[in-house]
Structure formats: C-alpha cells, structure tokens
C-alpha cells in the first residue's frame, strides 16, 4: 500500500501493493518491479537563463531565498572549532535506508539506497556560519547543505506529516501536486498560494523553471530520481533523497521525521514526536501478542492479478504485530507475489479478515460489482471486510497513505481493534472502516 500522495494515481487506478503499505502511486516500482518514464517540462531558453542567474548568485556567495547566511539565530555569528553546535543528537534505532553521524559543526546523512538500483548518496549538512568539511575521503562527492534550512520542497505527502510534526509547516514552501494532498492545514497553505506546486499529478512532469525561480534551500525527493533532477542540481538547488518507503517496518517509515529534523533543526522535537509513537506501537504489539492469531487475506485484484505480500514485507510485519497471521505468511522476501482469483480462493477462502485497500469500496455490494468471485470468501460472507478509506480528502488522497507513515501506532491500533476488538473496547478508528452489509 503506498499511494502516490506525491503526486499519481489512486487505488480505482492503480493497485496497491500490500508489501509497501505507505505508497503505491506513479513512479513506485510496486507491481512486477517496473519503474516509470519520466518526462520534465521545460521552456529551454527561459530554464537556461534561470541556471545562469542562480550560479552567479552561488558564485557571489548568496543562495537567492533559500539560503543567505547570518540571519537571526539561524547562523553562527562567530565560529568556535571546540564548540558542539549540535548538543541534541539523534539516534537511528529502526530506520535501515539511512544513516546519520556528528561531527562538531555539521552532520554526515548518508541514504543507502535515495533511488532504486542508485548508488548511495552522501550529505553533509553544515550549521550555518560555520566552516564545511573538505570534500575528500568518504565526503568527497558528498552534497553540502547549510542547516538549519529556511525553505523547503516535498514531493511526496509522506512527507508532510513529518515537517507539521515538527512545527516547520512554515518552511515548506512548495508541494509537487496538492491533488492529493488530505491535510487541511497543507491545503489551505496551498490555497493562500504560501505553496506552490511544481509538478503534475503523477509527478512525472516537474516545472524546473519554477523551482529554479523559487529557490529552495532544499528538494526532498520521493525516493526516485528523475532527469529533471540534474536540471535543478546544475542551477544548484539541494536535491536529497527522502527515500523513507524502502523501509521494511512501520517504525522505520516512521523514523524518517529525524531525516527532515536533521535538516531543519528540530531534532529534539523529532525524538519526541517519534519515542511517543514508537512506544505506543510497540505497546500495542505487546498486547496482541498474547492473543490467539486470526487469519487475514490482505490486498484485492487488479487488472487480473492479486499482490500477496511476501512474508518479509511490510503489510506482513503490521499483520502480525496487530496478531494476526496470513496463508502466505512464511513466504521469503520482501516485495509480494502476483496471484490470480482463483490461487488465493484456494488458499485463503476461510480468512477471517479481509483488509483491501481500495478508495470506492463502501459496501459489500460494490466488492460484489468489482468481482461476484469474491463472495466465495468467508470474510465476505460474514461480513468481515474492513478499508483503509475511512478518511479521504477531496481529491481523493487517502490519509492512510499521509498521515499513516508517521502515525503507524495509530494504524496498529485500528488492526488490533478488528482483529482483536476484546483487546480495544471503545475503539475510534482513524483510517479503517467496516464496509456496509
């Protein structure tokens, strides 16, 4: 599951791959492992103009808006070598795509894979008004950025909750797409035209010429890399990888926020924002863990194929945390297998639980109207059929896919509660909801 609330199609388009709860959408190499074409829209004489204007401004010193040095308490004013300018340090205890180290004056962020099949890539995020490192040994392609940073744009809406979690909603100053956004707070920054967009909804057309003309201290990518990249690197916008979907656990998805914490300075926040999630989750775990599993049948068709997560994956790993197991369940690997109907009826007819994850199913009638096969399971004919599609905003994005990725607790507590609703009277469900009979 994994929507592209960074900009592409939703579930009525695309099926989500239940392996990678937190984003099936445009560009994410789900099903089969394919990636997509990108194409970048440009006006060439106009772009070529904005390139050479931001490497005169870099070559001046200055970084246009997004990064002038000295102002206010954001920059050092003068320069101590024996100082500690970084005296809350993060921890990475379940993030495994990134790693994060200290240095006096700066930090060394390196994300081990910022792109399917890319090398990794190094950055080195300076405090402002001190010197940066030499560019040498293991920093020697590495890309330096002056922190903490001042502007920045995302490209996913994962990303999103992290930097309203942190309090620099202030700071975002351009989404790729709002179509699919469900934050309010972000929309009506958007609408109040605090935001901009620079990309189309599948993300796969970026305006360079209004990012170059924006210039923002840094562009989170969504963990893909795409041709406009480069465009924007040579007229010397901060290109980093946000790559938090490559994880294989909620808490590691979750972790990321101390990935844009260390960008913004907002570490202690961070570690405050993600220790009271993580303990809530792992709380959680703990509890359905003495509880008698209940068998589960994750995911729906799509264009005559079911994606079944593999025993390693991600979907896997919150099934049996919220107790629950599946038929697939002591597969190896990490991605998921392609089934046809008639495969997973023979396998999984008697689930307990069926969880698609689809926006317009409602009712049991309209999984009927998709499919009459699938009456023939015992979770529908029980009526046991819950989706992630209890809020959805008015273009159509799923919060579950938004706000999910930093909130994994919060979709724990909504499995349990339908898995194990004597574990969890009284339950509110933020993201699930039981389709109508």
Request: glycine share 8%; aromatic share 8%.
């Amino acid at each position: 599951m994994n929507l592209v609330h960074r900009a592409g199609r939703t579930p009525a388009e695309r099926q989500p791959d239940p392996s990678l709860p937190h984003r099936p959408e445009a560009g994410r190499p789900a099903e089969g492992g394919s990636s997509r074409t990108f194409r970048t829209r440009r006006a060439w004489p106009l772009a070529t103009a904005l390139v050479a204007l931001s490497l005169v401004a870099s070559a001046c010193g200055g970084d246009g808006q997004g990064s002038q040095a000295a102002q206010g308490d954001r920059c050092v004013k003068e320069f101590d070598a024996s100082k500690d300018y970084f005296p809350v340090k993060q921890t990475i205890r379940h993030a495994t795509n990134f790693t994060l180290t200290y240095a006096k004056n700066y930090q060394v962020v390196t994300v081990k894979q910022p792109a399917p099949g890319a090398k990794p890539q190094t950055y080195v995020l300076v405090r402002c008004g001190t010197p940066a490192p030499k560019a040498e040994g293991e920093l020697k392609d590495a890309v330096v950025v002056e922190t903490p940073v001042r502007t920045l744009f995302a490209s996913s809406t994962t990303h999103l909750p992290f930097i309203t979690d942190l309090g620099v909603l202030d700071r975002l100053k351009g989404v790729a797409s709002a179509g699919l956004i469900t934050s309010p707070q972000v929309r009506e920054r958007v609408a109040a035209k605090q935001i901009i967009e620079y990309a189309d909804i599948t993300g796969q057309e970026i305006d360079t010429e209004k990012v170059i003309g924006a210039r923002p201290d840094v562009l989170m990518t969504d963990g893909n890399d795409v041709p406009a990249h480069q465009t924007l690197r040579n007229a010397g916008i901060k290109i980093v990888a946000n790559a938090e979907w490559q994880e294989t656990s909620a808490l590691g998805r979750a972790e990321w926020i101390k990935f844009v914490a260390a960008l913004t300075g907002t570490e202690a926040k961070a570690t405050e924002v993600f220790d009271k999630v993580a303990a809530a989750y792992q709380e959680l775990a703990a509890k359905a863990k003495q509880a008698e599993p209940v068998s589960v049948l994750p995911g729906q068709m799509f264009q005559g194929q079911w994606a079944i997560p593999n025993g390693e994956s991600f979907m896997a790993k919150l099934i049996a945390d919220a107790g629950g197991t599946y038929a697939w369940a002591d597969t190896k690997g990490t991605g998921s297998t392609n089934l046809d109907l008639e495969t997973v009826l023979s396998k999984a007819r008697d689930a307990e639980v069926w969880l698609p994850q689809m926006n317009d199913w409602k009712s049991l009638e309209d999984v009927r109207k998709a499919d009459p096969r699938y009456a023939e399971f015992a979770a529908f004919k029980s009526g046991k059929v819950w989706s992630m599609n209890k809020v959805l905003g008015p273009g159509g994005g799923n919060d579950f896919y938004e706000r999910g990725v930093g909130r994994p607790d919060l979709i724990l507590a909504d499995l349990v509660a339908i898995l194990h609703p004597e574990l969890m009277p009284g339950h509110t469900f933020t993201f699930y909801q039981q389709l109508a009979r």
